[in-house]
Each structure stands twice: as C-alpha cells, then as structure tokens.
C-alpha cells in the first residue's frame, strides 16, 4: 500500500479504535452501503447499536439487511427505530412490503409515514424502485387519490425543480400566484430566495433566508439554500460556517465536508480545509472529487510536491480520466516543470481532444520550452474550439 493508502487507513482505524459518534459510525455505514460493502455496515452498526441504540442507526442497518437479503432482519430494525422514535420506520417498512408484493401492509406503512414529520415528497416516492411491483395496483391508485399534499407544498416543489433545471422564468409564474394567495407564508419567502439566488441576486436571498432560520434554525432546506447564496455572494467563510450548522446537526450528509473544505480553500484555510477532506477520504478513499481537491488545496498553500502525490494517487486509481491528467499538469505547471506538464497535458487530450483550455495550457508550456512552432498548433487548435483567450498568444507568437 502506498503512503497515501496507509495514511487514509490509518485515519479510518484510528477513529474506529478510539470511538466515533453515532453521527461518525452513522457517515461511515453510508458510504459502506453505497460503496457494496453492506456486511461491513452492519458489523460497524451493530457495535454502535449494543452500546447505544438510536432510531439512525436501526434504520441505516435495517437498510444494510435489505441488502443482503436479510428481510426480516431489516423489519425487526425498522420496527426497533419506530419504538425509540415513532414513525422513523415507517417509510422503511412500506418500502420492505412492496418489495415482497404486498401492497396492503406497503400503504398501511406508507400512510403512517404521509402522517408524520418523516413523510417524503412524491417525487422522491414515485422514483423510489421498491415500489415497482405495487404501482399498477388498485391499492395504489386508491392511495393516490387522496391529496396527500397542500397546494402549496406542490407550488414550492414545482419551483424547486424549475430553479433546478434553470427554468427561472416557470419558477417566477408559479412564484407569482403563490405569492397573491399566501403573501405571508415562509414556503414563499423560501421560493422567493432561490429564485433570487437562480437570479443572481444572491444579497437579496441571504436576507431573506436569515430571517427564515431566525425562526426555524434547524431546517436543512433554508440552510441548503443560505450556503448556496453566499456562495455565489462569494462569501466564502459564511458559508463555511452555514455547512458547520448543517455538519452540528447531523445532517447525513458527507458531501458537506467537501462543500466546507472548498471555503476553507477559498479562505485560505488550509489546515481546516484539509482535515475535513481527509475526513471525507476517510469514507470514501478512491473518492476522484476528494483526491482533486486534497491535491488543489496543498498547491493553493504552495506545498506543490504533496498536491503531485494526490494527483498521482488519482491517477493510479483513475488512470482512464482526462481530468487527473489535468490536475497533475497544472501542478507540473505551476512548478516550471514543462515537459512533465506537456506530457501530462498530452495525455488528457488523447482522452478529450476537445478541451479548448488544456490545449491552451499545453502551448504555453510548450513555448516556455522553446517549441514555438508545436505552441502555435496548440493556440490554434484551442481557438477554434471556442476559447478566445488563445487569440492574444497566437498574435503575439505566431503571426510573422
């Protein structure tokens, strides 16, 4: 194993050893399942379960035996997370009995979970593949005839995904006739904030959305939004400190500790921005996301021989993707190495030829290496994909 690999393991065993939170034990058990390893996630929640049970935990396992196999295991432990928190279960149990076909006992649990604070969009329902086998049913089609959802609540999930998808103008319709019927409602304050924020107006959202966990500190879908609008207000450490909230918490959620460690880099915070990556590896150790940024955060901080070696670690597991190949010669870049960077720069465009950028950078690093004439191919081949950067190295280099 090489000494990356020894130092993410390390890290991993290291907390396993000395004791995690359930929140800890509860980030690793997802990225076990995600990554095919539901045996493992069992193992580690089981552990954490004997020591203390908590309806989080119940259910990640109880989605762990699923996946083995294990069905009546994962009622048991659906049904153990509804007596320590009532309805937590819920939607777990109805995915479980329309597997099996039986669409009865499905909507009986399904309903229970519509009822509480657990209950899912119908989107998130409708896209869920467990209920494949009931949805031609009559018990289906029975269920869905009752209106499950507020008027509002369909309007704010209408805009939420045409703000998605960059329809900004269908968002701002419906925002529009929600706004005359329910002037005072939060859900339209909400709308009206990510609109802003799809609008560029991230300022606006940033009042708005404050003023909104003012009241509701702990909703994720507030938070969510306010990260995103300082972001593009490119306030980097307000972010940061809304992706904290989440992380306090205990959002499940590992992506935020990517998220975060952007602001710190952004912030200049180097030691902060990489404790949460190698958290993130920690995870999910070939994450390519994750080896990228390690490896840009040790170059911003001007340590350029530590950022090759998480470039070249991305490599070695990634070695068919052009944009490792781009990460290590952008650091070869930085570093004056030429021809290394060349060589890099080559290689990424074998795999996409039509990356206008790396040809760009490829001619600068070919000229700084006295090769004129191959530079001027490069700037050539880059301005006719489309980059105009590339019309000031060709007039001045290449035009005699």
């Not at 509480?116 to 119908?122: N, Y």
């Not at 329910?182 to 009206?192: E, I, L, M, N, R």
């Not at 052009?322 to 074998?350: H, T």
Request: proline share 3%.
């Amino acid at each position: 194993m090489n000494r990356l690999g020894i130092l993410f393991a390390a890290f991993l065993l290291s907390g396993i050893i000395s004791g995690q939170t359930s929140y800890d034990l509860l980030l690793k058990s997802k990225a076990l399942i995600a990554t095919g390893k539901p045996s493992q996630a069992i193992g580690i929640l089981s552990s954490s379960i004997a020591n203390k049970p908590d309806s989080r935990l119940y259910s990640e396992r109880a989605e762990a035996k699923l996946l083995n196999g294990d069905i009546s295991g994962a009622i048991n432990d659906y049904n153990s997370a509804d007596n320590i928190t009532q309805f937590s279960g819920e939607y777990g149990l109805a995915r479980i009995y329309a597997i099996k076909g039986d669409a009865a006992t499905a909507l009986y649990h399904l309903e229970l979970s519509m009822k509480s604070q657990f209950r899912k969009s119908d989107k998130e329902i409708f896209i869920d593949p467990s209920f494949a086998k009931i949805e031609n049913s009559a018990e289906w089609r029975l269920f869905w005839k009752k209106d499950w959802y507020t008027t509002i609540e369909r309007n704010i999930s209408e805009i939420e995904y045409y703000v998605k998808t960059g329809k900004t103008d269908d968002a701002r319709t419906v925002y529009t006739e929600i706004e005359r019927a329910y002037p005072d409602h939060q859900s339209v304050k909400y709308a009206d904030a990510i609109i802003k924020i799809s609008s560029g107006k991230p300022g606006d959202a940033i009042k708005l959305l404050s003023d909104l966990l003012a009241a509701e500190p702990g909703n994720e879908a507030y938070l969510r939004a306010l990260a995103a609008a300082q972001i593009g207000a490119s306030n980097a450490a307000g972010a940061s400190d809304t992706y904290s909230r989440m992380i306090s918490l205990e959002v499940p959620d590992a992506e935020l500790y990517m998220l975060r460690a952007e602001c710190y880099r952004k912030t200049g915070e180097k030691e902060k921005a990489m404790a949460d990556i190698i958290k993130y590896l920690s995870l999910y150790p070939g994450s390519k996301a994750a080896l990228s940024q390690a490896g840009k955060t040790e170059s911003s901080s001007g340590n350029n021989l530590k950022a090759l070696e998480y470039f070249s670690e991305n490599l070695r597991l990634h070695p068919n993707d052009p944009e490792c190949y781009v990460d290590r010669g952008n650091s070869y870049f930085l570093s004056k190495s030429w021809q290394w960077a060349i060589k890099d720069y080559s290689m990424s465009l074998d795999l996409d030829p039509q990356n206008s950028d790396v040809w760009l950078s490829k001619g600068i690093a070919l000229l700084n290496s006295g090769k004129t004439e191959d530079a001027c191919y490069d700037f050539r081949r880059s301005f006719a994909l489309g980059n105009k950067n590339a019309v000031e190295y060709i007039s001045r280099n290449c035009i005699k």
